[in-house]
């Protein structure tokens, strides 16, 4: 249990902060950590690094982490939007590499269809208990 | 010494837990025993006891006595003296003894000031209450001891995570905690009245307080941490829908349906078995994401507790008092009569429909926190977030903000939609307005676009049931009604203004250089080192001014904590009426320029303080239903007198709220 929590605490110290002890030897890809000069695809860029998941960390996205894996990333979705591609494109590239975990944009497929089906299911319900409500009241 | 003692009371309090249980249960069976003159007093004494026990722990981490195992792994001799008592419940062990001490404390108090159920009711409440009290004293004595000793003290302890150091961590559990148990004496009434098939409008009224009271904690509670992660985790969001967000949103949102629910049965004897459902679900929710905290399922900045067997007690204790719960209810609901009638255009109608909205957002959020988790038991991992949250829930939030705009102007059990269609044209006219203003204007997403005109049209809305009416004369209650309400129109526009106008800027800049983000101008003057008590930091000094005016100095900050070693940021914030600026100061280059990062968040305030808004009318609402019983327990009481019965045998009976 004490080594767990020690792995945990150094996880975290990982995602949420820089760690202390083991600096990256490497300097941060160019544009980890500098926007594109375009405000219109840096803000394609951000609105799509909001929905990626940081892979080393817990429930952060590529924007909000200093991890050195969500600099890299970042570094990708810039370049790949600098140079025009498509955001869902870059996105579908993502995935196909980290698989459908890295992405918080479910999106339809064998193993997340409930995901929609459920809401489906739900308006449903609520209007079939509305209109018994409705129908036995009125 | 002091451990033990706390831990000898924490025993005693369990047992007398299973004494209030006994005697609950025996007073069922034939009446009024003697045994069960006890549960009153055993649910008193047991309170009394596991705020002593505590109190002891609290006593533990102020001395930092490095003997006991659980203050030397969370705890630091060179920590403050207010994040030393604060780590006493920063931990698993620590939180759930603070969960089960707010539980008996609510008991104590039920079981002291509740006069108005009647007797076999409160015995079959208290009974119950002592049953999910007993599952979790089990679960603190036999696997999460907090005054466990260690074989041999520690030389220094461990300490706490430096995230959790700081202000707003000290009052955030225990605020959410309190929010959380109090729905444990909702369901206790709800499984009371089930037991006894007495739920009448009198019952609402006991319950009402006790509702109101959690909800206002759980409202607080979620404000706190949302603007606690908003400053502290430094990367400038405000709600990720991560799980243990939502863990604390699902409760509120249960809640929030059963005290609109409970409103109709304690003012119109209507919606019976659809509040006993409530009250079941929303300490369900408590449960459900106590289980997602506590048991390490997740792994997340709260999730502290790594330890698979406590997961599974939790996960028994959870299906024992949720399963139980639902098959007492699918068993006795048929026995319960729905109620009073109303028609499709009436206040009930209004309130039902948005019930059955709330409890689809909930059945939303409970899909997409769970489902995760499930689909990684198949070792396949996706995952769930904003792209998901945000649309999905719209499709149930935004009738409910329509319909809770012209809900409260309705009449109770029959109306008439023609006589209110001033203040329906003059909100929907508010929000039309906006929705072209800010289409010609702006070039926004649909939702935050759609935040603005529903807060727009909600906002004037909420102050709607106030027109024609004598300001003076009216009920406390009603006031509460439309302040909360007001709040979440506040709220409202907060978040969509967020999301729709927020700019950032990546900058690196070396001391002296300026960089710019929206109207803020913003000078690194000085990068120096500074220290605290227990880390050691650089601190950056930026002149920020705004549209050019005077300059202000923030002081962002990279901390250095050395126990446990870990690295910060602490943002630095300025608050404007019209929003904030936010400052991150990150790593040097390497050539002499320092990494800024910055956001200019136009009305982001807003969010939080349409969350107080909330809370207080909360309060308002809370303080004119207490008063209002006060008073109506006086006047039943001169006239029992007058009559010359004792007052024990006046059943209640008085028309609605």
């Not at chain 1, 820089?18 to 405000?39: E, F, G, I, K, T």
């Not at chain 2, 003012?267 to 300490?283: E, K, Q, Y």
């Not at chain 2, 499709?344 to 109608?349: D, H, I, K, N, W």
Request: net charge positive; aromatic share 10%; proline share 5%.
């Amino acid at each position: 249990m004490m080594h767990l929590r020690g792995l945990m605490l150094a996880l975290l110290a990982l995602c949420v902060a820089v760690p202390v002890a083991a600096q990256d030897s490497l300097p941060p890809a160019p544009y980890a950590y500098n926007q594109l000069s375009d405000p219109q695809q840096e803000a394609a860029a951000q609105a799509l690094m909001q929905t990626l998941r940081c892979l080393k960390c817990q429930s952060q996205s590529i924007a909000d982490s200093d991890a050195p894996m969500a600099g890299d990333m970042r570094h990708q979705v810039r370049t790949r939007i600098s140079m025009g591609e498509d955001p869902e494109a870059i996105r579908a590239w993502l995935i196909d590499r980290y698989g459908d975990y890295v992405s918080y944009a479910p999106t339809i497929s064998e193993t997340t269809w409930p995901l929609f089906a459920v809401p489906l299911l739900l308006i449903l319900v609520a209007l079939i208990v509305l209109w018994r409500r409705i129908r036995r009241r009125a | 010494m002091i451990a033990e003692l706390g831990l000898a009371a924490l025993w005693l309090a369990a047992a007398l837990a299973a004494l209030q249980l006994v005697a609950g249960a025996f007073a069922q069976r034939d009446g009024t025993t003697e045994l069960a003159g006890l549960a009153r007093p055993a649910a008193i004494i047991q309170g009394v006891l596991a705020a002593f026990s505590f109190l002891m722990l609290l006593i533990l981490f102020a001395q930092t006595d490095l003997s006991v195992k659980l203050v030397a792994m969370n705890s630091h001799s060179a920590k403050p003296m207010i994040f030393k008592l604060s780590g006493a419940f920063g931990n698993h062990e620590g939180s759930m003894l603070l969960w089960i001490t707010v539980m008996a404390l609510a008991g104590a108090l039920i079981a002291a000031a509740e006069r108005r159920l009647p007797e076999r009711t409160m015995m079959a409440t208290l009974a119950a209450q002592a049953f999910v009290g007993l599952g979790f004293y089990a679960f603190l004595l036999f696997s999460s001891n907090p005054f466990e000793r260690l074989p041999q003290p520690a030389m220094e302890g461990m300490g706490l995570n430096p995230l959790l150091q700081d202000i707003g961590l000290v009052f955030h559990p225990p605020t959410l905690y309190v929010g959380y148990v109090g729905l444990s004496v909702a369901f206790s009434f709800a499984v009371g009245a089930l037991l006894t098939r007495q739920v009448t409008p009198d019952f609402a009224r006991a319950m009402r307080p006790w509702v109101l009271g959690a909800w206002i904690f759980l409202t607080l509670g979620i404000t706190a941490g949302s603007y606690w992660a908003y400053y502290e985790l430094g990367w400038g969001g405000w709600w990720f829908w991560d799980p243990v967000e939502n863990a604390s949103l699902m409760p509120w949102l249960a809640a929030t349906a059963l005290l609109h629910s409970a409103s109709v049965l304690a003012a119109r004897d209507a919606l019976r078995a659809w509040t006993i459902m409530l009250g079941v679900v929303a300490f369900s929710m408590s449960m459900v994401g106590t289980f997602l905290v506590r048991s390490g399922i997740l792994t997340s900045v709260h999730a502290f507790a790594v330890d698979p067997e406590r997961g599974t007690f939790i996960l028994v204790l959870l299906s024992i008092y949720i399963g139980g719960a639902l098959l007492l209810f699918a068993l006795r609901a048929g026995t319960v009569s729905e109620g009073e009638r109303f028609s499709v255009t009436s206040r009930e109608a209004a309130l039902v429909f948005n019930n059955v909205m709330l409890s689809a957002i909930l059945g939303i959020v409970l899909l997409g926190t769970l489902y995760p988790l499930l689909t990684e038991a198949f070792d396949v991992r996706v995952s769930v977030g904003p792209p998901y949250f945000n649309p999905v829930g719209a499709i149930f939030v935004v009738p409910m903000l329509m319909v809770m705009a012209v809900g409260p102007l309705l009449r109770w059990r029959q109306d008439n939609i023609v006589r209110i269609r001033l203040p329906m044209l003059i909100a929907g006219g508010a929000a039309l307005a906006v929705l072209l203003l800010v289409t010609v204007t702006t070039n926004i997403g649909i939702l935050p676009l759609l935040g603005l005109a529903l807060s727009a049209g909600l906002g004037i809305a909420s102050f709607m049931p106030l027109r024609g009416r004598k300001l003076r004369l009216l009920p406390l209650a009603t006031w509460g009604m439309v302040i909360a309400h007001f709040g979440i129109a506040v709220a409202l526009f907060g978040m969509a203004s967020e999301s729709a106008f927020s700019e950032e800027t990546l900058a690196a800049v070396e001391v002296g250089d300026q960089a710019e983000i929206g109207p803020w101008q913003v000078v690194l003057s000085e990068v120096r080192p500074t220290a605290g008590p227990n880390w050691t930091a650089l601190e950056g000094r930026l002149l920020v001014s705004y549209k050019g005016g005077t300059s202000k100095e923030i002081d962002p900050q990279s901390r250095n904590f050395w126990a446990p070693p870990q690295e910060t940021t602490e943002s630095a914030l300025v608050t404007r009426w019209n929003g904030q600026l936010y400052a991150v100061i990150g790593r040097e280059a390497g050539d002499g320029r320092w990494q800024l990062r910055l956001w200019w968040k136009p009305f982001v305030t807003m969010i939080w303080y349409g969350g107080i808004l909330i809370a207080l009318g909360g309060v308002l609402a809370l303080i004119g239903r207490l008063f209002a019983d006060l008073k109506r327990r006086a006047v039943k009481l001169r006239g029992a007198e007058r009559r010359g019965l004792s007052v024990r045998n006046v059943e209640p009976r008085d028309a609605g709220a």
